[in-house]
């Protein structure tokens, strides 16, 4: 099932509410979040004359992201609150089809994994009593 979370999503002042899968298998030393190309289009950030092409070890192999040099937010969304927000990199990977949270942003968020496969997790500022379930795939 996976974790995934709320989140909205502020990039060159577009908001867009997303759900978000808590990855932590998408290692990175910097905040990034990775979204599909579908939703970069729908957003219109892509096509984009400006980027940086990487190459990038996935479980699926080596790929070829587009490394986006604008400044974006996102905002985790807690009982329709903005609970936490966090600058962030957008990294577009044409061979996803959800968003995806590096570990970096999982830590900064304060994600509290439970069970990744029943979808279960807290955050850190919840009482231990609370275990919120996993939104649905979007």
Same mark, same amino acid.
């Given at each position: 099932?996976?974790? #995934?979370?709320? /989140?909205?999503?502020?990039?060159?002042?577009?908001?867009? =509410?997303?759900?978000?899968?808590? @990855? +932590?298998?998408?290692?990175?030393?910097?905040? =990034?979040?990775?979204?599909? !190309?579908? *939703?970069?289009?729908?957003?219109? !950030?892509?096509?984009?004359? &400006?980027?940086?092409?990487?190459? $990038? *070890?996935?479980?699926?192999?080596? $790929?070829? $992201?587009?490394?986006? %040099?604008?400044?974006?937010?996102?905002? /985790?969304?807690? =009982?329709?609150?903005?609970?936490?927000?966090? %600058?962030? @990199?957008? $990294?577009?990977? %044409?061979?996803?089809?959800?968003?995806? !949270?590096?570990?970096? *942003? &999982?830590?900064?968020?304060? &994600?509290?994994?439970?069970?990744? #496969?029943?979808?279960?997790? #807290?955050?850190?500022?919840?009482?231990? +009593?609370?275990?919120?379930?996993?939104?649905?795939?979007?």
């Amino acid at each position: 099932m996976g974790i #995934r979370i709320k /989140l909205k999503l502020l990039v060159e002042n577009k908001e867009i =509410d997303v759900i978000a899968l808590v @990855n +932590s298998g998408f290692e990175s030393t910097e905040p =990034d979040i990775c979204i599909p !190309l579908k *939703l970069a289009e729908k957003i219109k !950030l892509w096509p984009s004359s &400006i980027f940086e092409s990487e190459k $990038v *070890l996935t479980a699926g192999g080596e $790929v070829s $992201v587009f490394r986006l %040099p604008l400044k974006a937010e996102i905002m /985790l969304i807690l =009982d329709n609150n903005i609970k936490k927000r966090i %600058p962030c @990199n957008i $990294v577009i990977n %044409p061979y996803v089809e959800e968003v995806l !949270l590096s570990d970096y *942003l &999982i830590d900064e968020l304060e &994600i509290i994994p439970i069970s990744f #496969r029943k979808g279960l997790w #807290r955050h850190k500022t919840d009482n231990e +009593s609370i275990i919120r379930e996993s939104e649905k795939p979007q």
